[in-house]
């Protein structure tokens, strides 16, 4: 054989082992934002299995630009124990007790090797472009490469089963947005429907992130930018100790409802 026909052979056998054993998951994260790398890190190392589905090449989601292509970012000590989980460094900020700087492409990098080496599998230029709804139960994703989206090619999905979908895409809260205007599901906020994200007030949407991580419908949970989202919550720019609390709390959460 050949070795370009053994590197080729190689690659379409390990990723086609790992792709079909993951049709099938405990847990299917849809983004690879820093509060779904944190959700899926914690989750697989409880031995759940678990699949995050990312539109773009590279996970992390915000996390690589920092403040304004300024790659830094800031987090509170609240979260530190996270970020020391991941082995992310940080250095404190002169003057403002509690809160440390610390290098967003570091942190990026450490969240996705942190998920991944905790046994979670990442897609990667997969986008999610439905949910599997079945007798009035969310059952999974439907998934199709990125490319195939961007170009607006007429190519059918996949689908991916799982016990759990947890909504991690960030500001536009695309599965809820999916389960409320095609599955017409009633989730749990006081309107039934997405309230929409509010303006910048740092402290309060560092902690209404956390709140509002929650299970939105039976199976169906929201982390992230999306929880806040869908909650009515407020933004709270470049500071991710909210994010990554967020993350913890649906794995908890996440792991209580699957029992483990
Ligand atoms: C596959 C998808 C799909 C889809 C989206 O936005 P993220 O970084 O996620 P969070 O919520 O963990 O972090 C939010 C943070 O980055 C942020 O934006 C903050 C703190 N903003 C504050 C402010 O004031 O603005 O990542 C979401 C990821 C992205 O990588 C998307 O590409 C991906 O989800 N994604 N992947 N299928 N349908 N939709």
Same mark, same amino acid.
């Given at each position: ?14 990723? +086609? ?16 934002? /820093? +509060? ?19 539109? !773009?090449?590279? /996970?992390? #989601?915000?996390?690589? @630009? ?28 002169? #003057?403002?007790? =509690?809160?440390? %700087? ?16 905790? #046994?979670? !599998? ?13 007798? @009035? ?19 059918? /999905? ?11 895409? @960030? ?19 006081? %309107? ?12 309060? =949407?560092?902690?209404? %992130? ?21 909650? @009515? ?12 609390? +967020?993350?913890?709390? *649906? *794995? ?9």
């Amino acid at each position: 054989m050949s070795i370009e026909n053994v590197i080729s052979s190689a690659i379409v056998r390990t990723f +086609s082992e790992k792709f079909l054993n993951h049709l099938q998951v405990d847990v299917a994260i849809v983004g690879g934002g /820093p +509060s779904a790398m944190v959700a899926a890190r914690d989750l697989a190392a409880a031995g759940a299995k678990v699949a995050v589905f990312e539109r !773009k090449l590279a /996970p992390g #989601g915000g996390t690589w @630009g920092g403040g304004m292509l300024f790659n830094e970012v800031v987090v509170q000590s609240d979260a530190t124990n996270i970020l020391d989980d991941f082995g992310i460094r940080y250095l404190p900020i002169d #003057g403002a007790e =509690g809160y440390f %700087t610390l290098d967003s492409v570091e942190m990026a990098s450490a969240l996705i090797y942190g998920a991944v080496h905790a #046994g979670a !599998k990442i897609f990667n230029a997969m986008s999610v472009e439905d949910i599997i709804f079945k007798e @009035g139960k969310v059952g999974g994703l439907v998934i199709n490469w990125t490319p195939v989206e961007r170009l607006g090619m007429h190519v059918d /999905p996949l689908t991916v089963v799982s016990k759990c979908v947890l909504d991690g895409t @960030g500001h536009p809260s695309e599965i809820m947005n999916l389960a409320v205007n095609k599955a017409h599901i009633a989730l749990n906020t006081p %309107t039934g429907k997405i309230l929409g994200e509010k303006p910048m007030w740092v402290d309060s =949407g560092e902690a209404s %992130t956390v709140e509002n991580t929650q299970e939105y419908f039976p199976g169906l949970f929201a982390c992230g930018m999306s929880a806040n989202n869908v909650m @009515g919550g407020y933004r709270m720019g470049p500071i991710f100790g909210g994010m990554l609390m +967020s993350g913890r709390k *649906a *794995a908890k959460l996440i792991l209580e409802n699957l029992g483990k």
